[in-house]
Structures are given as structure tokens and as C-alpha cells.
């Protein structure tokens, strides 16, 4: 059975780092591409950074660029997103999400989702 886990979440100052992981099981997550989502209260949830298997291509929301990292370890079966300069409005539950969809950092094509960790920016 598929499974994706995140970790890594927390509260930082605006300005601070964070980094997310994201492990799979069941599954080789190199073999899909993989996306990090986030959801805010009361807002839909967006792409934050998506890479593709085929090219390598990473997307970063413009929101990000920048700031924000997606990087992968084959050899753990994981992924990072490295979060650095953050502000508030990045404050919200991340989620990592694998598949193979049309549109790479489209959440409603992705099929196969972790649970989520909260990032709060806060002071």
C-alpha cells in the first residue's frame, strides 16, 4: 500500500527556515512526479513547487521562488522542501502528493497524498 509522510513542519519567525521531508512507502517516488501543496484556512489549495519525473522540470509558485527549494534523495525515498525566508502568509498545512498528471502542480490530478504538517509564521 502507497504511502507518503511529511515531517518537518512547526512555528518560526518570519524570516526563518524550515525544512519539510517527505517519505514514501510502498512505492519509488522517483518513478512520479511529486508535488508540495499547501492549503490555508479558508483558501483552496495551491501548487507550492512540483517537479516532474520525465525532465527533472521543477515548477515554484511565484509566491516562492526564491525562497523555497525542492530537492530529492533516491536513495531514501524522499523529498525536501527547503523553506527559507518565510513570512506569514506561508503559514499553512504543506502536503507532498504523487502521481502522474496532465498538469504537473495541479492538485485535483494528484491521487496519492500525505497527511499534511502545519508550518505557522509567526512572532
Known amino acids: 500500500q502507497w504511502h507518503l509522510v511529511e515531517s518537518g513542519g512547526g512555528l518560526v519567525q518570519p524570516g526563518g527556515s524550515l525544512r519539510l521531508s517527505c517519505t514514501g512507502s510502498?512505492?519509488?517516488?522517483?518513478?512520479?512526479?511529486i508535488g508540495w501543496f499547501r492549503q490555508a484556512p479558508g483558501k483552496e489549495r495551491e501548487g507550492v513547487s512540483c517537479?516532474?519525473?520525465?525532465?527533472?522540470?521543477?515548477y515554484y509558485a511565484d509566491s516562492v521562488k526564491g525562497r523555497f527549494t525542492f530537492s530529492r534523495d533516491n536513495a531514501k525515498n524522499t523529498v525536501y522542501l527547503q523553506m527559507n525566508s518565510l513570512k506569514p502568509e506561508d503559514t499553512a498545512v504543506y502536503y507532498c502528493?504523487?502521481?502522474?498528471?496532465?498538469?504537473?502542480?495541479?492538485?485535483?490530478?494528484?491521487?496519492?497524498w500525505g497527511q499534511g504538517t502545519q508550518v505557522t509564521v509567526s512572532s
Open positions: 517537479i516532474s519525473n520525465s525532465d527533472g522540470y521543477t
Open positions: 510502498g512505492f519509488r517516488l522517483e518513478y512520479y512526479d
Open positions: 502528493a504523487a502521481d502522474n498528471p496532465f498538469r504537473l502542480c495541479k492538485a485535483d490530478e494528484y491521487d496519492y
